[in-house]
């Protein structure tokens, strides 16, 4: 087993195989599996091109044997930053397939993120595209490893400059990769045996609430059911279209169900790295795509732009919806604008989801968050000591179940307060748990702003911020916003200077922080507030900005 993950106890493990939830499974065997039902029907489209199961697989064996041969062993960790792009799929299965791995990185994250990535990993690979949205990921790949030496090889989709380019590494069959596995035939070492289904399969990142990545083990068994659980929930079927707006890279459209919940129903993927309605409409109504997930900001912009687009999208049957909250009022205009069934979707990188059913009614389902997936989730809602709270009473969210995780990885120190002792998660959320089942979210616990969908920990943007050489103090803090649900408001002790919001974020895009965690107000003080007990009293600044709005 891998070191600095944290297993599940075996009594749990037990109960898991034995119902059924666990399987004796693999991510790159699950492939295999499909590619055996689905054969020649088309599994993705992007673009101009689609790519049928039986393709799919094959181009993810021979993946597997280029990586193989290229010196990528089982257990080396990969960061993988691939867009929406065809090449995602085989590159992910191929590593699974020989045990190495990927560690999803998000196309927005950038060398500050990239960097300390492969620092807690010692990846010895990095896997990006050419470029994408007018930003170049080989330039990128030369800051990074400028920091992180141990990046031994970079593979790149598309034009790779200096580095591997990834069709390189796409043997022809018989070349001895199209085995994958079996590569170590060719001299780079004895054929590695299938993965355990109980291993971990990938890692998914954190949205965090500290200013270290927190990286989140996902194993083969785990995640699989996590995908075909979903694909039911979803009703999703060889007719499906899963339009993949939202990357890939993330929880949501990679397994909620998602392009692998897609693949598990034998449904076609079509993938796009443009969310805009411009883009994904006339995609909806060329491909037919019948399933889509977005983050609330997204599903207001396609509300709204239903009004001067005039795509046809009578395919679409299903918008789920999550990443953050979707206020009641807009979840009530999905059906009569966009003509689908919405979904709340409320889940966690580390595990839980919770979905509205498609059957649900349409009051239930504008006003909670969903419902768990699975009936072996363990939901609570607790007090600050701890307690459970009445039924249907606000309280801190817990919870464990056979796709939850028990710790982050390599992370012993926060583990031991990230987790109960008898392996509940504190998700840092605030909930009311419905005497019926159902989940209302209602806030955070934890110091992360939720900027539509995307997650910024506070204390990470503060410590960037103190970098700064005129910055004393620092203290970040949500604003609310009607589009975003929040958005990003530093506050700074900077004695002497002038510095503004356009110097602070120049100076944090020069650090090589992601756009998506770089504050939109910067509000200069000459002393932060202080508690009774001398912390940084974050909610007179959020009352402040609270008084603010309404004067
Ligand atoms: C999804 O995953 P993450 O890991 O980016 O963020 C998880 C956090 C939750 O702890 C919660 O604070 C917030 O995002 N959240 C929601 C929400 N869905 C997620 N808050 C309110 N309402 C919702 N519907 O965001 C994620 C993972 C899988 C599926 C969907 C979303």
């Not at 993950?5 to 195989?17: D, V």
């Amino acid at each position: 087993m891998l070191a600095g993950f944290t297993p599940w106890p075996e009594e749990q493990a037990q109960r898991y195989r034995e119902e059924g939830y666990w399987q004796d499974v693999t991510i790159g065997g699950l492939l295999t599996t499909w590619a055996d039902a689905h054969g020649d029907a088309v599994a993705v489209t992007a673009g101009d091109r689609r790519v049928s199961y039986r393709e799919l697989d094959g181009w993810a064996h021979r993946l597997a044997g280029g990586l193989r041969r290229l010196g990528i062993a089982p257990g080396d960790t990969v960061l993988l930053q691939l867009p929406n792009v065809v090449e995602f799929l085989p590159v992910f299965f191929a590593l699974c397939r020989i045990g190495a791995l990927p560690v999803l990185a998000l196309p927005a994250h950038r060398e500050h993120e990239i960097g300390a990535l492969a620092e807690l990993t010692g990846a010895s690979a990095y896997v990006i595209a050419d470029q994408d949205l007018g930003f170049d990921y080989r330039e990128l790949a030369r800051q990074v490893r400028r920091r992180a030496p141990g990046l031994q090889h970079v593979v790149v989709a598309g034009d790779a400059a200096e580095f591997v380019p990834l069709a390189s590494l796409d043997a022809p069959e018989g070349a001895g990769g199209d085995a994958g596995v079996a590569a170590g035939a060719d001299g780079s070492g004895p054929a590695p045996a299938r993965p355990d289904a109980e291993d971990v399969a990938f890692f998914l990142l954190s949205g965090g609430t500290t200013g270290q990545p927190k990286l989140i083990p996902r194993t083969h068994a785990d995640y699989a059911y996590n995908v075909r659980a979903s694909a039911e929930v979803c009703e999703l079927g060889r007719d499906t279209v899963y339009l993949a707006a939202l990357p890939v890279a993330h929880n949501f459209a990679l397994g909620c169900p998602g392009v692998l919940g897609t693949l598990h129903a034998g449904g076609r993927i079509v993938l796009t790295t443009d969310a805009s309605p411009d883009t994904a409409f006339a995609l909806i109504e060329r491909e037919g795509v019948t399933v889509t997930a977005l983050v609330p900001p997204l599903a207001l912009l396609w509300m709204q732009a239903v009004e001067w687009l005039d795509d046809d999208l009578a395919t679409l049957e299903l918008l789920q919806v999550g990443g953050a909250k979707l206020p009641a009022e807009a979840a009530r205009r999905v059906r009569g604008t966009l003509g689908c069934t919405l979904q709340q979707v409320f889940g966690m990188g580390e595990g839980l989801l919770n979905y509205t059913r498609l059957d649900d009614p349409d009051e239930l389902v504008a006003t909670t968050q969903g419902r768990p997936l699975s009936p072996a989730d363990e939901l609570r809602a607790v007090d600050e000591q701890g307690r459970e709270v009445a039924p249907g009473e606000a309280g801190q969210l817990l919870t464990r179940g056979p796709y939850t995780l028990r710790g982050y990885y390599r992370a012993g120190e926060h583990n031991a307060t990230a987790f109960t002792p008898d392996g509940f998660y504190r998700t840092g959320d605030l909930v009311r748990l419905l005497p019926n089942g159902y989940v209302v979210a209602l806030g955070r616990t934890k110091e992360v702003i939720n900027k539509g969908g995307e997650k910024v920990a506070a204390e990470e943007l503060e410590n960037e911020l103190l970098a700064h050489p005129a910055v004393r103090e620092v203290a970040v803090v949500p604003v609310p916003d009607p589009d975003f649900g929040e958005r990003i408001c530093a506050f700074v002790v900077a004695p002497g200077v002038g510095l503004g919001l356009a110097e602070a974020v120049d100076f944090l895009v020069e650090r090589g922080l992601a756009t998506y965690k770089l504050p939109d107000r910067l509000v200069v003080v000459a002393a932060l507030p202080l508690t009774t007990v001398g912390k940084v009293n974050k909610r007179a600044l959020t009352d402040r900005l609270a008084a603010e709005a309404v004067g």
